[in-house]
């Protein structure tokens, strides 16, 4: 038990939540606690499994009175340093969706799943814009700023953000608007962390039954003329579309399909939101470029738009380091093969750079914190799930990879792509330098004693 609280502490804790309320060494807390990355395993002092927004409030309360970090986790996808201290309180029961037909905004509960909100909006011919994966949590990923398959066209996810309800450091229960607390509005859309517990967040749907997408495989001969193409591609594409290459290392298991299984490929993914004719025309250049061995491309509902990526939807150990890039060119496709190609020795499973531009580097129905608008290209490597390679292996790899592109590597990049900070500077690279300062006041001014952990 930490210092300072006593069992009599606990039981009034445990009395006032509806949810579950777990010790270090209770047994339970380790599933409570547990992360989409398994690599990563938390033991704070207290863990609150939060079931309404009253749970929320007497678990900060607590925390405040006892001088306890507080740390807040849905998924823990976004889990990159053990939690060894303080209070951790789980969303993970506080799910749920409702849409207001007539304004087509949703209400989404703390813990839920994109999935959840992109099949509640397809009944009504809406669509959240929403990441690549529909299995992280909707709130922590917007707070970031959130960038998906159709950014280039809407946007960021936090743009079409109208509303948080959120428990500050204080125990209270405030909305922040347009209107209403606006600076913390502000920092919300993108400030990431720092500002209290986002219970609720009311989300702008937009118009959107289907898109013409899908993904594009090149087999390890091909992708070096299919990278190549895809590269003077998208400096000729309109805003309705998005799109990203990843090149893949299949392992030779039975999970993966057997077109797939032990391959190294360039997989394309593309959305196109319009007609799909035009969808088709414009992606022709990319499927005359090199012979594919899949073509998954075609109509797809607005409720599949998981599939485009086709990102994992199991726990499991995962290492991952990402950054933004400028303006890249054929000499950035030649160091990048030279050091991440056929012939390279790295242990990345995948490593994938996404196309952005468009509407998301142009602030969308107000302003926010969103980090990163100016690059056009997002970078990630994402390693193979073998702990024993976290520590030294992957880290030296990827810098051996970096070391080829640094010319093309911004100095701005976005806090979802960060992966672990380290650093200060690592931190503030992830907003512009006056956003950065905007959002430290803003953290000061509603949590002045640093109760919400966060930051290096």
């Not at 445990?14 to 033991?43: P, Q, S, W």
């Not at 091909?222 to 594409?237: G, S």
């Given at each position: 038990?930490?210092?300072?609280?006593?069992s009599?502490?606990?039981?009034?804790?445990?009395?006032?939540?509806?949810?579950?309320?777990?010790?270090?060494?209770?047994?339970?807390?380790?599933?409570?606690?547990?992360?989409?990355?398994?690599?990563?395993?938390?033991?704070p002092?207290?863990?609150?499994g939060?079931?309404?927004?009253a749970?929320?409030?007497?678990?900060?309360?607590?925390?405040?009175?006892h001088?306890?970090?507080?740390?807040?986790?849905?998924?823990?996808?976004?889990?990159?340093?053990?939690?060894?201290?303080?209070?951790?309180?789980?969303?993970?029961?506080?799910?749920?969706?409702?849409?207001?037909?007539?304004?087509?905004?949703a209400?989404?509960?703390?813990g839920?799943?994109?999935?959840?909100?992109?099949?509640?909006?397809?009944?009504?011919?809406?669509a959240?814009?929403?990441?690549?994966?529909?299995?992280?949590?909707?709130?922590?990923?917007?707070?970031?700023?959130?960038?998906?398959?159709?950014?280039?066209?809407?946007?960021?996810?936090a743009?079409?953000?109208r509303?948080?309800?959120?428990?500050?450091?204080?125990?209270?229960?405030v909305?922040?608007?347009?209107?209403?607390?606006?600076?913390?509005?502000w920092?919300?859309?993108?400030?990431?962390?720092g500002l209290?517990?986002?219970?609720?967040?009311?989300?702008?749907?937009?118009?959107?039954?289907?898109v013409?997408?899908?993904?594009?495989?090149?087999?390890?001969?091909?992708?070096?003329?299919?990278?190549r193409?895809?590269?003077?591609?998208?400096?000729?594409?309109?805003?309705?579309v998005?799109?990203s290459?990843a090149?893949?290392?299949?392992?030779?298991?039975?999970?993966?399909?057997?077109?797939?299984?032990?391959?190294?490929?360039?997989?394309l993914?593309?959305?196109?939101?319009?007609?799909?004719?035009?969808?088709?025309?414009?992606?022709?250049?990319?499927?005359?470029?090199?012979?594919?061995?899949?073509?998954?491309?075609?109509?797809?509902?607005?409720?599949?738009?998981?599939?485009?990526?086709?990102?994992?939807?199991?726990?499991g150990?995962?290492?991952?380091?990402g950054?933004?890039?400028?303006?890249?060119d054929?000499?950035?496709?030649?160091?990048?093969?030279?050091?991440?190609?056929?012939?390279?020795?790295?242990?990345?499973?995948?490593?994938?750079i996404r196309?952005?531009?468009?509407?998301?580097?142009?602030?969308q129905?107000?302003?926010?914190?969103?980090?990163?608008?100016?690059?056009?290209?997002?970078l990630?490597?994402i390693?193979?799930p073998?702990?024993?390679?976290?520590?030294?292996?992957m880290?030296?790899?990827?810098?051996?990879?970096v070391?080829?592109?640094?010319?093309?590597?911004?100095?701005?990049?976005?806090?979802?792509f960060?992966g672990?900070?380290?650093?200060?500077?690592?931190?503030?690279?992830?907003?512009?330098?006056?956003?950065f300062?905007?959002?430290?006041?803003?953290?000061?001014a509603?949590?002045?004693?640093?109760?919400?952990?966060?930051?290096?």
């Amino acid at each position: 038990m930490a210092p300072g609280i006593s069992s009599e502490d606990v039981a009034g804790l445990r009395d006032a939540v509806t949810g579950a309320v777990f010790l270090r060494d209770d047994e339970g807390l380790a599933d409570e606690a547990a992360c989409f990355n398994t690599a990563i395993v938390h033991d704070p002092d207290v863990v609150v499994g939060a079931r309404t927004t009253a749970d929320v409030v007497e678990a900060v309360r607590f925390a405040g009175i006892h001088s306890l970090p507080v740390f807040v986790q849905a998924t823990g996808h976004g889990a990159f340093a053990p939690i060894t201290v303080g209070l951790l309180i789980t969303t993970g029961r506080m799910t749920g969706v409702s849409i207001d037909r007539k304004t087509s905004v949703a209400s989404i509960g703390a813990g839920t799943r994109w999935g959840e909100v992109v099949e509640a909006a397809s009944r009504y011919g809406l669509a959240p814009i929403t990441g690549s994966s529909t299995n992280v949590g909707a709130i922590g990923y917007t707070l970031g700023g959130g960038l998906g398959p159709l950014s280039r066209t809407y946007g960021f996810t936090a743009d079409w953000v109208r509303g948080f309800t959120l428990v500050t450091a204080d125990g209270r229960v405030v909305r922040a608007t347009a209107e209403e607390n606006e600076d913390l509005f502000w920092a919300l859309r993108g400030g990431k962390g720092g500002l209290g517990v986002v219970v609720e967040m009311e989300l702008e749907l937009v118009p959107l039954t289907h898109v013409y997408g899908g993904g594009l495989f090149f087999d390890t001969a091909h992708i070096e003329r299919a990278m190549r193409a895809w590269v003077d591609w998208v400096h000729t594409v309109p805003d309705t579309v998005t799109s990203s290459v990843a090149l893949v290392r299949f392992p030779p298991i039975e999970e993966v399909p057997e077109a797939l299984r032990g391959k190294f490929v360039l997989h394309l993914r593309y959305a196109f939101v319009g007609d799909d004719e035009e969808g088709e025309r414009l992606l022709g250049p990319l499927r005359a470029a090199a012979p594919t061995f899949l073509d998954l491309v075609g109509e797809m509902p607005t409720s599949d738009i998981g599939s485009i990526h086709n990102d994992a939807d199991q726990p499991g150990p995962a290492w991952d380091r990402g950054m933004q890039l400028e303006d890249i060119d054929q000499d950035f496709v030649t160091e990048f093969l030279a050091r991440a190609g056929a012939r390279a020795d790295v242990p990345f499973i995948a490593i994938e750079i996404r196309h952005i531009g468009g509407a998301a580097s142009e602030e969308q129905h107000g302003g926010t914190a969103v980090g990163g608008r100016q690059a056009p290209f997002t970078l990630v490597m994402i390693g193979v799930p073998v702990p024993e390679l976290f520590e030294t292996a992957m880290p030296q790899k990827s810098d051996y990879i970096v070391a080829g592109i640094l010319p093309w590597i911004a100095t701005e990049t976005n806090i979802n792509f960060l992966g672990h900070v380290a650093s200060t500077q690592q931190f503030a690279s992830a907003w512009p330098s006056d956003a950065f300062d905007r959002l430290a006041e803003t953290r000061t001014a509603w949590d002045p004693d640093k109760l919400f952990a966060y930051g290096p």
